[in-house]
Every structure is written in structure tokens, then in C-alpha cells.
């Protein structure tokens, strides 16, 4: 059972625009909710992270909005390039675990 | 964060034959999985590995099929045995480096049964 769902499957952005990546979760004792990027043939890399107790968090380009009540984050790329075409998993962690609950991920296309 | 290396990159291999996977990281951590990746398909936690005692299996996964080994604070192994098309897939190490630290993947291991 899929406990973290992500949407949409993939996604097609222009260049300089804002892709967006949505996750959805049931479990409230879940309380750390990562990124990971995966470019092909490489392993899945840790992009950016948020705890509950915050509503959204920032790095460079990458920016994570989280609604508590409504057990949803999501994943925004500003000015999105080319160079971010790659595969995003979002992910769950428990507060008393160490094993992520990966969603089924995003294939994203920048396109020039 | 710690470097993850997982040997061998990828392999082709044998119906009914085994194949072990390492993972070595550069410093000593706290946790270390396997995961499993089907093509083009999310992460499945196969296994947490445990250092000095048996590792503890996820729902669907057993010992006979996917035996890991833990030695020491820094490398683990992952068999994959009998093999059946049905493995081919990508098997991933991660690692948890202390308390409230993030997960850390290697490259993994692109596995092909024929």
C-alpha cells in the first residue's frame, strides 16, 4: 500500500518556468518529508527537506510548501532548466524510523 | 555527506545463479538499507542491515532470497539468489549517518537476469 502518493506521473515544463510537484499522505506520525532527485543511472539524491513544523522551506530554486492539515506537500522549481529534467521522488519518514515511504515519483522534461 | 560506493555497477546474469552486491561507505553510520528499483518504478525497502546481527526484512522479502551481511560499521552485502527475470532490477544501498541525519543513496546495481 502506497503510502505516499504523488502527482502528477510526469510532467513537461518550458524553460524559465515553474514546475510543480504534488504529495499526499495519510499518516500522521509522519514527521520528515525529503526530496530526492534521480538523474539516470545514478541513485536518487537528497534535494531538499521539511519538518511539520514549518509551512515551507527554501534552497536556491528549489522550494518545498507543506499543509499540515491537509497531510499535502509539495515541490516547487522556479526559473526550471533543462539541467532539472530528471526524476523527483518524494518521501516520508516516521518519527521513530529510519525507512523512507518513497511515492512513485515525477519524470520531469525541461525543455528548451 | 558520507561517499557510497556499490560494486559491481551492473552485471548480466544467469537464471538460477546468485549474485552479491557490496556497499562500503567512507565513514562509520548509523543505519544502511537495501532498497529495490524496478524499471522506471519508485523505491521498495527490501531490508534494514544491522551490524553484527541478522537483518530485518520488509514484507515480501526473505532471508533465503535476499541473505545480507552487516560486519562492520561501514560495508554490507546484498544477495540476490536463484535468480529469476523477475530480479531484474536496480538494487540501491542508502545509509543514515546519526540521529536525525538524512538517507544517502549509492549509484546501485544494475541487474539483469536472462
Known amino acids: 500500500q502506497q503510502q505516499v502518493k504523488q502527482s502528477p506521473q510526469s510532467l513537461i515544463v518550458q524553460k524559465g518556468g515553474i514546475s510543480i510537484i504534488n504529495c499526499a499522505y495519510e499518516n500522521t506520525a509522519f514527521d520528515y518529508f525529503p526530496w530526492y532527485q534521480q538523474f539516470p543511472g545514478k541513485g536518487p539524491a537528497l534535494l531538499i527537506a521539511?519538518?511539520?513544523?514549518?509551512s515551507e522551506k527554501k534552497e536556491g530554486r528549489f522550494t518545498i510548501s507543506f499543509n499540515k492539515s491537509a497531510k499535502q506537500f509539495s515541490l516547487h522549481i522556479m526559473d526550471s532548466q533543462p539541467g532539472d529534467s530528471a526524476t523527483y521522488f518524494c518521501a516520508a519518514l516516521l518519527n521513530s524510523g529510519y525507512a523512507l515511504n518513497f511515492g512513485k515519483g515525477t519524470s520531469l522534461l525541461v525543455t528548451p | 555527506s558520507a561517499v557510497i560506493s556499490q560494486k559491481p555497477s551492473r552485471d548480466i546474469c544467469q537464471r538460477g545463479t546468485s549474485l552479491t552486491i557490496q556497499c562500503q561507505v567512507d565513514?562509520?553510520?548509523?543505519?544502511m538499507f537495501w532498497y529495490r528499483q524496478q524499471p522506471g518504478q519508485s523505491l521498495t525497502l527490501i531490508a534494514t542491515a544491522n551490524q553484527g546481527s541478522e537483518a530485518t526484512y520488509e514484507s515480501g522479502f526473505v532471508i533465503d532470497k535476499f541473505p545480507i551481511s552487516r560486519p562492520n560499521l561501514t560495508f554490507s552485502t546484498l544477495t540476490v539468489s536463484n535468480m529469476s527475470p523477475e530480479d531484474s532490477s536496480i538494487y540501491l544501498c542508502s545509509v543514515v549517518t546519526g540521529v536525525n541525519q538524512p538517507q544517502h543513496f549509492g549509484d546501485g546495481t544494475r541487474l539483469s537476469i536472462l
Open positions: 521539511i519538518r511539520p513544523d514549518v
Open positions: 565513514s562509520q553510520v548509523t543505519m
